[in-house]
C-alpha cells in the first residue's frame, strides 16, 4: 500500500510539473503522451486508495479496488480524449460510464462466483 502511495504522489508530481512547465498549444505529442500517462497512473493510484478505503467490509478488497480504480481511470482518460478532440457529447459520455459500470458488475458476479466456488 505504501508503494501504492508514492507511485500516485510520483504521477501528481509529475502531472503538476508538465502542466506548469509547458504550454499545451506549443507542446509536443511526446509531453502531451507523458501528460496524459501521468494523469492515468494518477487516477489509477487515487482510484484503488479510495475503493480501498471504501471497501472496508469486503473481503477481496485489494483485488476489487484495484480493478475498480483502473476502470475509473481508463473511464476518465477516455473522456478527456474525446473532449480534447471535440467528440465528447453528453450521451456518450452516459453510455461509457454505463458500460464501464455493466462491465464492474459483470466481472465482480464472475469473480465472487469462482470465489465461493473455490471455497467450498
Do not use: Q
Not at 502511495?5 to 501528481?12: E, K, M, S, Y
Not at 489509477?44 to 478488497?61: E, K, M, Q, V
Not at 453510455?95 to 462466483?113: A, C, D, Q
Request: glycine share 6%.
Amino acid at each position: 500500500m505504501v508503494l501504492l502511495v508514492f507511485i500516485t504522489i510520483l504521477a501528481g508530481t509529475s502531472m503538476a510539473m508538465i502542466s506548469f512547465s509547458f504550454d499545451p498549444y506549443k507542446t509536443t505529442d511526446g509531453i502531451k503522451m507523458l501528460f496524459f500517462l501521468s494523469l492515468f497512473a494518477f487516477m489509477w493510484g487515487a482510484g484503488t486508495i479510495a475503493f480501498f478505503i471504501l471497501n472496508i467490509a469486503n473481503s477481496d478488497r485489494w483485488n476489487d479496488s484495484f480493478r475498480r480504480g483502473l476502470l475509473l481511470s481508463v473511464l476518465f482518460v477516455i473522456l478527456i480524449f474525446f473532449k480534447r478532440h471535440d467528440v465528447l457529447s453528453w450521451y456518450l459520455g452516459s453510455i461509457f460510464g454505463g458500460l464501464f459500470t455493466v462491465f464492474e458488475i459483470w466481472m465482480y458476479k464472475r469473480i465472487s462466483k469462482r470465489n465461493n466456488v473455490l471455497s467450498e
